[in-house]
């Protein structure tokens, strides 16, 4: 039996593939008494999401704002302080769930530093069947697995497979950072700002590739990028994030088409476009996101969003169902307080 096959479906299309609830995760910082940690960096706060079979969700948001974060637990790079994660059905790292080990087989994820992702020391042919052989694929196969994966990234496997990562530019680099992401035959792939280094013309063809291997093998991808342009581009949901928290989560149309939060709107007005039907009137965000040891009470967007009253100091508003997304901000919740909370 090929121990190396692909993972087979098992919820059926309806069953997400991955399904994270209340993750949370704060980082200490050291500095109190005898070095004793007093406070804590809130990255990542009771953030549940899921991932559908075969989508591409998009993720965006500042910088600092805890989408890589996101991204490290979701591949439990960082372990989280608190919730659930469950793939495909099966819990991931508790006692009768699967192993760690077992998720990151079925999920794999692509850095933005294509240099310092790879080992220099290693040949390109190294470094893809390091992982495959280490899950005991005989050497004659895992030569077979690098030729059919650089080819699958567009690198010939005659040119490519005895040279060392610094003798590729950074798209052919990232190209084989994604081959390496791919050699476990993964089901789905996190990508943290996987392009954003690349000249704009690299960039392209990189994400048409992406386009591309997600139909012929079948993959699911979160694509995290600054860049919004971009996550339109290629995603079919779209999560926006501020401060550690979701603030809006729904299909790309609707988010890019009719944002309802505040700060996903200011996003998108400050996005560069040529299209005047895309141009939104609101004012450009203003200033830094509050410091994340010490958000801002209720509503974590309150200190720069233009509508904020007292009700938004007080309650934090809940991501709730708007019909076409789910929007955290009590100008959508009917009897909020809030002076322009939406009719009932
Ligand atoms: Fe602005 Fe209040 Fe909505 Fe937060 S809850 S986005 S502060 S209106």
Known sequence: MDTLAPVADRGGPAQPLLLATGLRKHFPIPGGLFGRATRVV???DDLTLSVAKGETLGVVGESGCGKSTVARLLIRLLQPDRGT???????????HGITVNELRRNVQMVFQD???????????AETLAFAPKAHG?????A???VRDLLSKVGL????????YPHELSGGQRQRVNIARALALRPRLIILDEAVSALDKSVEAQVLNMLVDLKKELGLTYVF????LNVVQYLSDRVLVMYLGKIVELGPVEAIYGDPQHPYTRALLSARPSMDPRRRTKEAPIQGDPPNPINPPSGCRFRTRCPYAEDICAKVEPLLADTG?????CHMRVPGSGHSKAVAA
């Open 224 to 227: 995290i990028s600054h860049d």
């Open 156 to 163: 010939d496997p005659a040119s490519y497979a005895d040279r």
């Open 324 to 328: 076409a997304q789910s929007v955290a």
């Open 143 to 145: 030569r077979d697995r």
């Open 42 to 44: 809130r990255a990542v």
């Open 137 to 141: 694929l005989p050497a004659n196969e």
């Open 114 to 124: 294509s240099y310092a992702s790879l080992n220099p020391r290693l040949t390109i």
């Open 85 to 95: 994660m469950v793939l495909d059905g099966d819990p991931v790292d508790e006692p």
